[in-house]
């Protein structure tokens, strides 16, 4: 399955309900990595830890290329920024909440900024082809200074003359710049070394302070997650008086226990110097019906240290629960991930009952009558009559065509039939939670009834086969304004046959529900 790092946003891919991870990173631009190397000014090491005891330290400074490379060298505070004050679990279309690399031009105290104290680095270098050049950096911190964790950023930039201006205010007093910046006709080609100065006991950790998790139906199909994608958000509190280095890990855990876990695309390490807020895009389309839990886990992980210098890290977790596709037509449910089964055409769906001709709602018994079992048509959503698969061919989903009888006989009267099914919504919280999903017919959509209420939202009232019926279908959701109560509700999906052909319906939907939890 594919999960998705949003602003964090992570968006994931699933495979065999395996996702992947996408963890913003900042990229130095989207130049060809041999085209970086050849004409950035490398720096190493990456990464320098100095203490009281070690005020000193060699960088080399290389030209890996066949050109002459000049490069401008500043210290800044800089490090990915996640923001902390949008709390909206599902994102406003076109809205950037991914972490940004981020410099703070006038850092204050209480930013732990060790820059100041740095010296021996050269604002400007100029090296020829193949050429390496040595310093040696030099920090000499306050006497006073208390106890903690102390950072710098040390950047090589190539083409770091162009105009830069500030686009967004990190605090009243310290303007932020992000990169990359629009219209920039050069890019910067940069290398970095992380300086961290660290005096007296030191500790951190992560605290989840707010976590929620919410099955997404407002827009269609994801890129590399998909249709019903579930939307992650955590808020995290940075604890102690170091900054959080570890890794994210988020798997799903099924009713029967199975976990699987998300595979991360573009890695799944953060660094948090600050509280943030991360999101991600989880795929579940692949899901077979049940409920599961979200389970996100915060790990130290940094490997980049010697040993010596790595802190204990507490993992922290939350699990967060979800439900997806409770019943479609044509599958054998199980709630086990990986064993939802498209049940074989002229068998009986255990689920799903067919009543021959309208059902008069105003009947004390009209919600009892069951009816008999529909047929299985077809597997996968292909369409029975000509073999082609209806809306969204590669979406996974194993659901089929079911009707009155098999494929090759026509029981149903012509005019409008029932397709019913019984959904226990009991302990939900009916004010917010749901039903989403999609219904096609052939011939017509007509209508759906919620306990003998009609939904009156339902765009694909009275549409037919030329409106896209059993092409594409439409879309509906069901709450508690249409009927739905805590408890067993009576669904009835009403299509319209106009003659003594084919019929059949397909139908996919889903149990939503919203939880949030609080730390």
Known sequence: MVLGFVAAECGVAVHDVAAQVRVPSYLVAKVPDSVRQQRMLHVSPHLLVLDPGTRSATLEFSNTGDKPVSANIAIQLGFTYWQNTDTALIPTPGKNLRGHDTVIVHPKPSDNYAGDWITGVPEFLVLKPHETRRITLRINPPASLPDGEYYARIMTMVGSRVKRAAVSKDTANAEALMFPIAGWELPVLRDSVRVYYRKGPLSTGVQIVHAEAKIDTSKGPIEDVGPYPLRMLVRLKRTGNAHFEGAIEVSYLSENHDETFLEGVEGSTISLQRDGILRWTGETDHLPPGVYHARIRFVGKQDEFPPGQRLAVKPVEVEIPFEIPEYATGVDAMPAIGTAQGIPGGELDPYWWHIDGPVDYSRDDALMDQGRPAVVQ????????????????????????????????????????????????????????????????????????????????????????????????????????????DGENVIDFVYGKTDTGWDGVRIDFRMIFRETHDR
């Open 378 to 485: 077809s597997q996968a959503g292909a369409h029975p009559a000509w073999g082609m698969r209806s809306y969204r061919p590669t979406d996974g989903i194993n659901n089929g065509w079911v009707g009155s009888s098999d494929a090759s006989t026509t029981e149903a009267p012509v005019g409008l039939n029932v397709l019913r099914i019984y959904v226990d919504f009991s302990h939900r919280k009916i004010t917010e939670d749901y039903l989403a999903g999609r219904f096609w017919a052939d011939d017509c959509t007509a209508a759906i009834y919620v306990n003998g209420q009609e939904v009156t939202s339902y765009e694909g009232a009275g549409k037919c086969g030329s409106d896209g019926t059993w092409l594409k279908g439409f879309p509906f959701s069901i709450g508690a304004e249409d009927g739905l109560i």
